[in-house]
T-cell receptor, first 118, second 115 residues
Framework: GAVVSQHPSRVICKSGTSVKIECRSLDFQATTMFWYRQFPKKSLMLMATSNEGSKATYEQGVEKDKFLINHASLTLSTLTVTSAHPEDSSFYIC??????????????FGPGTRLTVL | AQSVAQPEDQVNVAEGNPLTVKCTYSVSGNPYLFWYVQYPNRGLQFLLKYITGDNLVKGSYGFEAEFNKSQTSFHLKKPSALVSDSALYFCAVRDWSGGYQKVTFGTGTKLQVIP
């Protein structure tokens, strides 16, 4: 149980285009999902907290208009990188926290999406 | 502000030997602590967590971690390392920030188990 999927797993795009990454919780509902960015040999940097039915909460320094987050349902959150540039190339990882009474806040991570912007 | 520190970028251990990956934390209240493992080009996998209770927490794949409040540490341990344990390990702490829960990750420790 507690499986989180991401699609696509790998994407290459041209500079200036937009890319959408999907994060799905497959066997549980998640009111809250998180989006992280991981640079090579670096820790995960929390970009934003995605809340179902409301606006995402962005971390300081993360551009809201560039990284659009939509949490349309209890099992799906999307991250859209708008007008992508080579410096946006990175490994993007989502996680989901089950919406369960008594949940102890464990996050379950997706497998990640490798974005390469040419 | 909450934080975790993983003082070692890399830990090398011979197969069959015990391993320890270090983590210290700083939080304003009671700590919720986690360990995750990441294999190359993969997402993070949950290993174990400490919320309350016994200081020795047992997790997946034979790993365990010891919570030490006086030393503010939460070191990850395994009695006998396997080559397949080679991966990147992250310590994390959950706390409240700006009115909502936030998890902060350490910088990660690369574990290399030598055959």
């Amino acid at each position: 149980g507690a499986v989180v999927s991401q699609h696509p797993s790998r994407v290459i795009c041209k500079s200036g285009t937009s890319v959408k990454i999907e994060c799905r919780s497959l066997d549980f509902q998640a009111t809250t999902m998180f989006w992280y960015r991981q640079f090579p040999k670096k820790s995960l940097m929390l970009m934003a907290t995605s809340n179902e039915g409301s606006k995402a909460t962005y971390e300081q320094g993360v551009e809201k208009d560039k990284f659009l987050i939509n949490h349309a349902s209890l099992t799906l959150s999307t991250l859209t990188v708008t007008s992508a540039h080579p410096e946006d190339s990175s490994f993007y990882i989502c996680s989901a926290r089950p919406t369960l009474r008594g949940s102890t806040d464990t996050q379950y991570f997706g497998p990640g999406t490798r974005l390469t912007v040419l | 502000a909450q934080s975790v520190a993983q003082p070692e970028d890399q830990v090398n251990v011979a197969e069959g030997n015990p391993l320890t990956v270090k983590c210290t934390y700083s939080v304003s209240g009671n700590p919720y602590l986690f360990w995750y493992v990441q294999y190359p080009n993969r997402g993070l996998q949950f290993l174990l967590k400490y919320i309350t209770g016994d200081n020795l927490v047992k997790g997946s794949y034979g790993f365990e971690a010891e919570f030490n409040k006086s030393q503010t540490s939460f070191h990850l341990k395994k009695p006998s390392a396997l080559v397949s344990d080679s991966a990147l390990y992250f310590c994390a702490v959950r706390d409240w920030s700006g009115g909502y829960q936030k998890v902060t990750f350490g910088t990660g420790t690369k574990l290399q188990v030598i055959p």
